[in-house]
């Protein structure tokens, strides 16, 4: 992983070396980066994952590093040491998820490229105490870096991978026989139900026609639920579900009164019984705003759409500048409406300069698709 790290800064132009920062510091005068991996943790969230069930799960570790920036007189203090650092810094955060391209050195393809997971960059805080524990010592200076993560790097056990013998497959005779269900005994389960795998889109706006993927979908008595919103069916198969997102006669979505727009579970379930069902797993699904026009009446924004929130709903609004890419304003301060079909910024003209923006509204954390255009005379 080290290899790696480098590899990629160095392709960027930068001297980069690996090593105690105090070491790099007595190889050469010349300015360089330094690369120092001074803690290995396990990853907390993939500490039981195995590759293929059955099997054991392999190590999959945190590697934390500091990164130290030199000028041509080894200091690490300096302005010219410090603008390095910056570089090095901006260069590490494009990265963010570390690619094995062809550029990348064979050994150290091989020795990452079965990983089954992305490897991802995230900096850490380097304070002084952190700072001042990685380089204690008699002969080592306290020297300004920065803290930054790579996760998770796979390390296999050594043991052999299981296996078994085909189904179907009379292994007593010389050569095999090819038996196929004959004289093949299994004991099948009834089905314990629907089984969700995805849902396409993923975000969704009022109206829109889901396709949900599984097992076992295609039952007469199958309902689909939106939050606690009964979606209307379109199609039945073994396999998948097509949907509408508008919610069954009498509880509408765009009415605003049933959902409001975030994020939400999606579960199919079987009516076995007027009172009792059986559920599928849970999806999240993102149900998004809608947002038809945007218009200043007398210096109040003025917005009109579906699931534009209400007042418990956690909504905000941005002014984006296109010209040069920048949220001039945020207002997380706005008047809704019970139905959700509008919403009012009072005196929104006049928190911004003059010109033109695209007004971006989030609601509960997902974001409209359409971001109209308004002009701030």
Same mark, same amino acid.
């Given at each position: 992983?080290?290899?790696?790290?480098?590899?990629h800064? %160095?392709?960027? $132009?930068?001297?980069?070396?690996?090593?105690?920062?105090?070491?790099?510091?007595?190889?050469?005068?010349?300015?360089?980066?330094?690369?120092?991996?001074?803690?290995?943790?396990?990853?907390?969230?993939?500490?039981?994952?195995?590759?293929?069930?059955?099997?054991?799960?392999?190590?999959?570790?945190v590697?934390?590093?500091?990164?130290?920036a030199?000028?041509?007189?080894?200091?690490s203090?300096?302005?010219?040491?410090?603008?390095?650092? $910056?570089r090095?810094?901006?260069?590490?955060?494009?990265l963010?998820?570390?690619?094995?391209?062809?550029?990348?050195?064979?050994?150290?393809?091989?020795?990452?490229?079965?990983?089954?997971?992305?490897?991802?960059?995230?900096?850490?805080?380097?304070?002084?105490?952190?700072?001042?524990?990685t380089?204690?010592?008699?002969?080592?200076?306290?020297?300004?870096?920065?803290?930054?993560?790579?996760?998770?790097?796979?390390?296999?056990?050594?043991?052999?991978?299981?296996?078994?013998?085909?189904?179907?497959?009379?292994?007593?005779?010389?050569?095999?026989?090819?038996?196929?269900?004959?004289?093949?005994?299994?004991?099948?389960?009834?089905?314990?139900?629907?089984?969700?795998?995805?849902?396409?889109?993923?975000?969704?706006?009022?109206?829109?026609?889901?396709?949900?993927?599984?097992?076992?979908l295609?039952?007469? =008595?199958?309902?689909?639920?939106?939050?606690n919103?009964?979606?209307?069916?379109v199609?039945?198969?073994?396999?998948?579900? %097509?949907?509408?997102?508008?919610?069954?006669?009498g509880?509408?979505?765009?009415?605003?009164?049933?959902?409001?727009?975030?994020?939400?579970?999606?579960?199919? &379930?079987?009516?076995? =019984?007027?009172?009792?069902?059986? =559920?599928?797993?849970?999806?999240?699904?993102?149900?998004?705003?809608?947002?038809?026009?945007?218009?200043?009446?007398?210096?109040?924004?003025e917005?009109?759409?579906?699931?534009?929130?209400?007042?418990?709903?956690?909504?905000?609004?941005?002014?984006?500048?296109?010209?040069?890419?920048?949220?001039?304003?945020?207002?997380?301060?706005?008047? =809704?409406?019970?139905?959700?079909?509008?919403?009012?910024?009072?005196?929104?003209?006049?928190?911004?300069?003059?010109?033109?923006? &695209?007004?971006?509204?989030?609601?509960?954390?997902?974001?409209?698709?359409?971001?109209? %255009?308004v002009?701030?005379?």
């Open positions: 992983m080290t290899r790696l790290l480098q590899d800064l %160095i392709r960027r $132009g930068f001297e980069v070396s690996i090593g105690k920062p105090e070491d790099a510091a007595r190889n050469d005068t010349n300015e360089k980066l330094n690369l120092f991996l001074y803690e290995t943790a396990f990853d907390p969230h993939l500490r039981n994952l195995a590759l293929r069930d059955g099997e054991p799960p392999p190590l999959w570790l590697l934390k590093f500091l990164l130290t030199f000028d041509t007189t080894e200091s203090d300096s302005a010219a040491a410090h603008e390095l650092l $910056g090095g810094m901006a260069a590490l955060h494009e963010n998820f570390l690619r094995l391209d062809p550029l990348v050195p064979l050994d150290v393809q091989l020795a990452l490229e079965h990983n089954p997971e992305p490897l991802k960059l995230s900096f850490d805080e380097s304070n002084a105490e952190l700072l001042s524990k380089m204690q010592g008699t002969d080592e200076r306290y020297r300004l870096s920065v803290a930054f993560q790579m996760r998770p790097v796979m390390i296999v056990p050594a043991s052999l991978p299981r296996g078994s013998l085909l189904v179907g497959i009379d292994y007593s005779t010389a050569p095999e026989t090819l038996i196929g269900r004959d004289g093949v005994q299994i004991e099948v389960l009834p089905s314990l139900g629907a089984r969700l795998d995805r849902v396409e889109p993923a975000g969704f706006e009022v109206g829109a026609t889901l396709t949900l993927y599984g097992d076992d295609s039952a007469s =008595s199958m309902e689909v639920l939106l939050g919103v009964p979606l209307s069916i199609e039945r198969q073994v396999d998948r579900l %097509i949907v509408t997102a508008e919610g069954s006669p509880t509408p979505i765009a009415s605003g009164t049933t959902l409001s727009a975030g994020e939400m579970p999606l579960v199919v &379930r079987r009516r076995l =019984s007027p009172t009792r069902t059986r =559920s599928s797993n849970l999806l999240a699904a993102r149900l998004l705003p809608t947002v038809h026009s945007a218009a200043l009446v007398a210096g109040n924004l917005l009109q759409g579906l699931l534009l929130g209400n007042a418990s709903d956690d909504t905000m609004v941005l002014f984006y500048r296109e010209s040069d890419g920048v949220t001039v304003h945020l207002f997380d301060t706005v008047t =809704s409406a019970p139905d959700q079909q509008t919403l009012s910024i009072p005196g929104a003209a006049a928190a911004v300069p003059a010109g033109s923006y &695209r007004v971006i509204l989030r609601v509960n954390n997902q974001q409209a698709k359409a971001s109209p %255009i002009v701030v005379p």
